[in-house]
C-alpha cells in the first residue's frame, strides 16, 4: 500500500540474492514487455532478487500516471518495503532500478534519494516526439549512479547522448516499444550489470 493507493509486486526471493532490481512499466503498460522481462531474466541469472513493479495508478486503472511528484513518493514507498523484505543480516541489498519509457523517468528521478547503485532505462524519452526543446535529459543526469540507456535508434521520444556516469546502447532498427530483440536489451543490461556485481 502507498499513499497513492496500493501497488501490485511480484518479486522473486533467491536464497543468497546479490542485489535487488525493481522494475517497473511505461505510462500505459504493465510490466510484462519483452525488454522488462529480458532485463528480469538477465539480472536473475547474475543472482539478483527480481521485483516487478505495476505503480498504483495503473492498478487503479488508469493509463497516465498523473503528478510525478505523487508517483515518485509512490515508488520511494514501494522500494522501501522491498528492501526491507529482501534484507540480509538486516543490510538492505544493492538496488538496481529498471524502468521503460516514463518508468524509466521515475528511476532515474528517485535514484539518488533511495541511494540506488545504479538504474536500467529502457527508452528513456528524451523529449516528447517532434519537441526536442522540451528535454528531459535533466532528469536522467540527477540519477546519481551509474545509468545503462537502452534506446532504439528509430526512437520518436530521442535517444540521449552518454557521459562518464551514463552509458547509452542504441539498437538499430528499433522504436520506442523495442519489441523486436528483447535478448540485444538483455544482452545489454547483462554486460553491464556483469561489471557491477
Not at 52 to 81: F, M
Amino acid at each position: 500500500m502507498t499513499a497513492a493507493g496500493p501497488a501490485r509486486v511480484l518479486l522473486e526471493q533467491p536464497e543468497r540474492a546479490a542485489f535487488l532490481v525493481v522494475l517497473t512499466h511505461g505510462a500505459g503498460g504493465l510490466p510484462d514487455t519483452a525488454d522488462v522481462l529480458a532485463v528480469r531474466d538477465a539480472a536473475r541469472d547474475l543472482g539478483a532478487a527480481p521485483a516487478l513493479v505495476t505503480q498504483p495508478y495503473r492498478v487503479k486503472g488508469a493509463r497516465a500516471p498523473g503528478s510525478a511528484v505523487k508517483q515518485d513518493a509512490a515508488w520511494a514507498q514501494v522500494i522501501e518495503v522491498l528492501r526491507r523484505d529482501t534484507a540480509r543480516g538486516g543490510a538492505p541489498l544493492p538496488l538496481v532500478q529498471c524502468g521503460r519509457s516514463n518508468g524509466a523517468r521515475v528511476a532515474c528521478r528517485t535514484a539518488r534519494q533511495l541511494e540506488a547503485s545504479g538504474v536500467i532505462a529502457l527508452a528513456f524519452p528524451l523529449h516528447p516526439p517532434g519537441q526536442p526543446d522540451k528535454s528531459r535529459d535533466g532528469e536522467l543526469r540527477s540519477a546519481g549512479t551509474g545509468v545503462l540507456v537502452v534506446n532504439g535508434d528509430r526512437d520518436p521520444f530521442g535517444v540521449p547522448d552518454p557521459d562518464e556516469k551514463t552509458e547509452v546502447v542504441v539498437l538499430p532498427g528499433e522504436n520506442h516499444a523495442l519489441a523486436k530483440r528483447p535478448a540485444a536489451v538483455g544482452a545489454a543490461a547483462a554486460a553491464w550489470l556483469a561489471g557491477r556485481f
